[in-house]
């Protein structure tokens, strides 16, 4: 299966600022996502990354909330946009296409 | 939205005993996915499902896909000290769209 890197792995970032968060894949695949796992919870999608095209979004999050970039097929960003204590999560890139997904290991954002 | 609702949320047990999980749904899935997280890393697919009534094992990991197609289960036998961790089922609903919806996740805990 393919493999995820993401970074960074972890950051503590101030209140009001942003970060973009990174996810490379060693080959190209055909759908990559963007999942949140809040303290001790399970994991919600954020939205689907397309190539080439604006990303769709799920249900309770917005493009300027979580703006999502995918240049080519095996790489794509989300920005966490003016961060709130609440933002303080695990942000997990997957990959799909034609397995089921897989994850790269995440990166554990808090929130000061 | 869709929901899946895992049971238990949490198992303690002594090492050798064997541990069994469900998730159920009231809606109908094509896909049944299980996944293990261990801390600090990403969810690590354990087993796929993809035709109701199907019965799957993976070594010590035996999963089926519910002849509804609204549940699934998982059994560990003879668990070991690795099994501890968090293991979570997923369903996708669309055949191609790859989205998944997540359970809440058992924690499994192991007396040696």
């Known amino acids: 299966s393919a493999v995820i890197s993401q970074k960074p792995s972890r950051d503590i970032c101030q209140r009001g600022t942003s970060l973009t968060i990174q996810c490379q894949v060693d080959?190209?695949?055909?759908?990559m996502f963007w999942y949140r796992q809040q303290p001790g919870q399970s994991l919600t999608l954020i939205a689907t990354a397309n190539q080439g095209s604006e990303a769709t979004y799920e249900s309770g999050f917005v493009i300027d909330k979580f703006p999502i970039s995918r240049p080519n097929l095996t790489f794509s960003t989300l920005t966490v946009s003016n961060m709130s204590p609440e933002d303080s999560s695990i942000y997990l890139c997957?990959?799909?296409?034609?397995?089921?997904?897989?994850f790269g290991d995440g990166t554990r954002l808090s929130i000061l | 939205g869709q929901q899946l609702n895992q049971s238990p949320q949490s198992m303690f047990i002594q090492e050798g005993e064997d541990v069994s999980m469900n998730c159920t749904s009231s809606s109908i899935f094509n896909t049944w996915l299980w996944y293990k997280q261990d801390p600090g890393e990403g969810p690590v697919l354990l087993i796929a499902l993809y035709k109701a009534g199907e019965l799957t094992s993976n070594g010590r990991l035996t999963a089926q896909f519910g002849i509804t197609r609204k549940d699934s289960f998982l059994n560990i036998s003879a668990s070991i000290p690795s099994d501890v961790g968090i293991y979570f089922c997923?369903?996708?609903?669309?055949?191609?769209?790859?989205?998944?919806?997540f359970g809440q996740g058992t924690r499994l805990t192991i007396n040696p």
């Open positions: 997923a369903g996708q609903l669309i055949q191609g769209a790859q989205k998944l919806v």
């Open positions: 080959s190209q695949v055909t759908m």
């Open positions: 997957s990959v799909g296409g034609n397995q089921p997904q897989h």
